[in-house]
């Protein structure tokens, strides 16, 4: 009954004064039933049993209780009268409580198989409604089969366009994008994807926004004219590694003939592109070959023509200008006997004759390089110093006073089996050449050196240099930059100096000056 009690209140329950039977004796116990805190899903509790003290007597009261042992031992029955009656009491306690608790079990049972039952009407309810959602349910099915056929139909159709369309973009060997209206991205193929870096992530994006790696003038501009006018429009653009690709686009348009976006194919042309700057090479070339071999043609013919005059007239013209020059020095001879030319008198008469000597040295000069041209050198090799040549060559030109010129040969240059006169004349003509470039003067040096197999010797002046389209051509005959003169100078100087097996170099820059070498074998034979 305690311990029920302690289960219903969850409290501690205390009876005092509870007699047990222990051992074959009856003891007065004090009963303690306390619930505990467990974890476990069963209540649990603590029961203890005391065993009651019965309370001290005084030693008045002790003599009155031995005196009456004998009355309690004749009570004796009496006590075991109660105790059975307390025992029964309890027991009975413990029905009521069994009772009690079977009622209220009872309750519960009532009440749980009222809400089974209920829970069991609106199962079959349910029941009802899902056989009702089953029927729609199948009825649903069988639509969705319909058209997942259907769907399953076209989307084999749509497979089949699209092979079609991967196969029609491979065989055509073209990158192709397609755009939306939006300009972005809506298709593009296999050779695309390799050409503009594209992922799977690029679709739907904003063609400008992706680097494409093109570099196409105008693009968007060109993008919305097709799109809004409906026209095809052709640009050509450089590509990945500087190649270069025909972008063609056109408008994007659907069945019933509406434009929703544009289409960019683009076409390598790079070959072809490679093919017209050959063709542009070759016939610039072509133009160039066709211009020298006529410019070749003509001074052909003037070479021809001054090879059969130069014979004829240069024995008419020298006699004459030798006269000239004779009939100058004496008229100057003759000034100075009369004393026409003392300083202060007729100056003008002595300039016109200098100038006449001058123009007569420049024919002199002009007819000797016609005849050294129009026939073949032939040199006379003897054996002669460099030196007393290059001294020799000086005297024989007027170096003007605003140039400084100086001469080294080197120590033991040996003498060379050499045409005098010939070398004579192909230094003269360099020597003048270089003067001509110093009009306001400069510096002229000449040195001579050999090197391993070679007799080298270089005219090296501070003049106006030569630019590199002149200095090609500087050689060839009837060439020349000035106004005065033919152009035979540097070309009989070549003609000259390889007719002793030699060579001329030419280092020049503009506006520094040029450097002439002549270089000749030292083992020249004769």
Do not use: C
């Not at 079990?105 to 009702?132: D, F, G, P, R, Y």
């Not at 060997?173 to 298709?187: F, K, Q, T, W």
């Not at 000086?394 to 040969?409: D, F």
């Amino acid at each position: 009954n305690a311990l029920d009690r302690a289960k219903k209140s969850r409290q501690t329950i205390r009876k005092e004064a509870v007699t047990i039977r222990s051992d074959g004796k009856y003891l007065d116990v004090n009963l303690e039933v306390v619930p505990l805190k467990s974890q476990l899903d069963q209540p649990s509790f603590l029961v203890t049993f005391e065993e009651a003290v019965p309370k001290p007597a005084s030693s008045v009261k002790l003599r009155k209780a031995r005196g009456e042992k004998r009355e309690k031992e004749q009570k004796a029955e009496g006590l075991k009268v109660t105790r059975l009656q307390q025992e029964l009491a309890a027991n009975k306690d413990y029905l009521q409580s069994i009772i009690e608790d079977k009622e209220a079990v009872n309750q519960e049972l009532k009440a749980a198989n009222e809400e089974i039952q209920s829970s069991n009407e609106e199962l079959q309810s349910t029941n009802e409604e899902l056989e009702t959602a089953k029927e729609e349910l199948q009825s649903t099915n069988e639509e969705l089969t319909t058209v997942n056929e259907e769907l399953q139909n076209r989307n084999l159709e749509l497979t089949q366009v699209n092979n079609d369309i991967t196969n029609l973009n491979a065989s055509a060997n073209v990158p192709v994008l397609m755009l939306g209206s939006d300009l972005r991205l809506r298709l593009w193929g296999p050779l695309s994807e390799n050409l503009f870096n594209l992922k799977a992530s690029d679709l739907g994006r904003f063609i400008f926004d992706v680097n494409l790696s093109f570099q196409i003038p105008e693009l968007k501009e060109t993008i919305n004219e097709v799109v809004t006018n409906g026209i095809n429009k052709e640009l050509e653009a450089k590509g990945p590694q500087g190649r270069w690709f025909l972008v063609r686009i056109g408008p994007y348009r659907t069945g019933d003939n509406k434009i929703e976006g544009a289409v960019l194919a683009f076409v390598d042309i790079e070959r072809l592109k490679q093919g017209e700057a050959k063709l542009r090479l070759r016939s610039e070339r072509l133009e160039d070959l066709v211009e020298e071999r006529t410019r070749m043609l003509s001074n052909t013919t003037r070479l021809a023509a001054i090879g059969e005059t130069a014979g004829m007239v240069g024995h008419d013209l020298r006699n004459p200008l030798q006269t000239i020059v004779n009939t100058i020095h004496l008229a100057k001879d003759a000034m100075k006997a009369t004393g026409a030319s003392t300083p202060g008198k007729d100056v003008r008469v002595e300039s016109a004759l200098e100038t006449i000597r001058e123009q007569a040295d420049f024919m002199n000069k002009i007819v000797s390089d016609l005849q050294d041209y129009a026939k073949q050198a032939r040199p006379t090799f003897v054996e002669y110093d460099m030196g007393r040549l290059i001294n020799d060559t000086l005297s024989s030109v007027q170096v003007p006073t605003t140039v400084e010129v100086s001469t080294s040969v080197e120590t033991g240059f040996p003498k060379l089996n050499v045409d005098p006169g010939l070398l004579r004349r192909a230094f003269t003509n360099i020597i003048t050449n270089a003067l001509q470039a110093m009009p306001d003067g400069g510096k002229l040096k000449i040195r001579a050196w050999t090197s391993q197999n070679l007799a080298a010797v270089s005219f090296q002046d501070t003049g106006i240099g030569i630019p590199e389209d002149v200095k090609a051509r500087m050689f060839n005959p009837l060439f020349t930059t000035r106004e005065k003169g033919v152009g035979l100078g540097l070309a009989v100087t070549k003609r000259l100096v390889e007719s002793h097996k030699g060579e001329i170099k030419v280092f020049s820059r503009v506006g520094e000056g040029t450097t002439l070498t002549v270089e000749i074998p030292l083992d020249l034979k004769r």
